[in-house]
């Protein structure tokens, strides 16, 4: 019989489509990135609250996407990718893995309370009908909109995202499931997640840069996924010698 302690659950069949599932939207979620880094240096978002309405008045779905819409896809894609690893490593060591998955869902559930774009919309669309007085007003409204997608929620949903990724990786290191270069991608990239985006041109260079490991850490990590969804896959190691989880 094997050690429960050492033996993953991936080769259990009610878990395959989970794996599968994290699997593909590892890939999805480069996809998205490369989709948006495009759109970032081909039409970049404006700088002010007219500039907003103005686009979402022009170009409906390009103004949506520069708030953040496409984030609200490819973020919820990210948390099925961090609960696939969570299964994944779940015997190298439940406490982190349960940590770094409450702290995923609280930084989702941060972000998605942030993210304003049909709010955005929506007071473009008035904006667009009203009188001097009520631009006025709409424009203090939007102002204040604008301030809670990069306010207190983004902040949080940042540091949680880089706390997850970290455990998520050091597990990786410490497990036989996943490579050690799996490993040290995700941490490069939470490293350079410390900063925010949000804090001036250092956080913004930064969450550009953490971008690229990322990417390299998600197809990995698909690739893997999908490998373990296969049938014949079975692991019987997924802690490294010498190491117990806790």
Do not use: K, N
């Given at each position: 019989m094997a050690d429960d302690r050492v033996t993953p659950h991936t080769d259990a069949p009610q878990w395959r489509g989970l794996l599968v599932t994290g699997g593909w939207c590892a890939f999805a979620v480069v996809a998205m990135i490369v989709v948006e880094v495009g759109r970032y240096l081909l039409w970049p978002p404006p700088t002010s609250t007219a500039g907003f309405y103005a686009l979402l008045l022009d170009h409906p779905v390009l103004g949506l996407v520069s708030l953040d819409l496409l984030f609200i896809v490819s973020n919820t894609l990210t948390f099925l990718v961090y609960v696939a690893l969570g299964l994944a490593l779940w015997r190298v060591s439940r406490s982190a893995v349960v940590v770094a998955l409450a702290f995923a869902v609280?930084?989702?559930?941060?972000?998605?309370?942030?993210?304003?774009?049909?709010?955005?919309?929506?007071?473009?669309?008035?904006?667009?009908?009203?009188?001097?007085?009520?631009?006025?007003?709409?424009?203090?409204?939007?102002?204040?909109?604008?301030?809670?997608?990069?306010?207190?929620?983004?902040?949080?949903?940042?540091?949680?995202?880089?706390?997850?990724?970290?455990?998520?990786?050091?597990?990786?290191?410490?497990?036989?499931?996943?490579?050690?270069?799996?490993?040290?991608?995700?941490?490069?990239?939470?490293?350079?997640?410390?900063?925010?985006?949000?804090?001036?041109?250092?956080?913004?260079?930064?969450?550009?840069?953490?971008?690229?490991?990322?990417?390299?850490?998600?197809?990995?990590?698909?690739?893997?996924?999908?490998?373990?969804?296969?049938?014949?896959?079975?692991?019987?190691?997924?802690?490294?010698?010498?190491?117990?989880?806790?």
């Open positions: 609280v930084g989702t559930a941060a972000f998605m309370s942030s993210t304003r774009p049909v709010e955005m919309l929506t007071l473009a669309t008035t904006y667009a009908d009203a009188d001097e007085a009520e631009r006025t007003a709409l424009l203090a409204t939007g102002d204040g909109m604008l301030a809670t997608w990069q306010g207190t929620g983004y902040v949080v949903y940042y540091y949680l995202g880089f706390a997850t990724l970290l455990i998520l990786s050091v597990l990786m290191l410490r497990s036989a499931v996943f490579s050690r270069a799996t490993g040290a991608w995700g941490l490069a990239s939470a490293v350079l997640m410390v900063v925010p985006a949000t804090f001036g041109q250092v956080g913004l260079v930064l969450a550009v840069v953490s971008l690229a490991p990322w990417s390299v850490f998600a197809v990995l990590v698909g690739r893997r996924l999908l490998h373990l969804s296969r049938p014949a896959e079975t692991t019987h190691r997924a802690v490294r010698p010498g190491r117990a989880h806790s």
